[in-house]
Nanobody
């Protein structure tokens, strides 16, 4: 059984920063890509950032230059450093991981940015 546990969400003022973490645990042989998605009320879930096992990254245009994704393969953990936060970044953030070619999701963590 594989679990992804997120932490680090919260309430922050516009212009502030937050760091999200997501740790994978359980029967893990290898983790391929890991990523962060978000879903705002009334909107579809969207990709925020992704990182391959080799460290290649991909970002949504809306967060480029503000967010940074990274991972610690030894800890099976992915991070999302979010700077210069905007009210439109408010959403539930979910981490995902491709583990042995099956996609797992975390439970989500709320990020609220006040203006």
């Amino acid at each position: 059984q594989v679990q992804l546990v997120e932490s680090g969400g919260g309430l922050v003022q516009a212009g502030g920063s937050l760091r999200l973490s997501c740790a994978a645990s359980g029967s893990i042989f290898s983790i391929n890509a890991m990523g962060w998605y978000r879903q705002a009320p009334g909107k579809q879930r969207e990709l925020v950032a992704a990182i391959t096992s080799g460290g290649n990254t991909n970002y949504a245009d809306s967060v480029k230059g503000r967010f940074t994704i990274s991972r610690d393969n030894a800890k099976n953990t992915v991070y999302l450093q979010m700077n210069s936060l905007k009210p439109e970044d408010t959403a539930v953030y979910y981490c995902s991981a491709d583990i042995s070619f099956r996609v797992y999701w975390g439970q989500g963590t709320q990020v609220t940015v006040s203006s």
